[in-house]
């Protein structure tokens, strides 16, 4: 989510990663959302989330095929 949960930058595009990096560097309100923001995010990947999310998609499916 560019901007929101951190920057996206083209590959092989130093003059725009540096611009990306001046402005971040520049605002630490800015950063301090962004920041907050992506851990935030990253949560949904922690593996406890993930784990239960296999599970229940697991559960699901034996519960479906059990059913047909």
């Given amino acids: 989510n560019d901007g929101a949960t951190g920057w996206l930058v083209p590959p092989d595009n130093p003059a ?18 962004v920041g907050v923001a992506a851990a935030r995010s990253a949560q949904e990947f922690a ?18 095929s059990v059913r047909a």
């Fill in 16 to 33: 725009v990663l540096a611009q990306v990096m001046h402005s971040a560097l520049s605002d630490e309100t800015r950063r301090r959302h």
């Fill in 47 to 64: 593996l406890e989330r993930f784990d239960c999310r296999v599970v229940h998609l697991y559960t699901e499916s034996m519960r479906d």
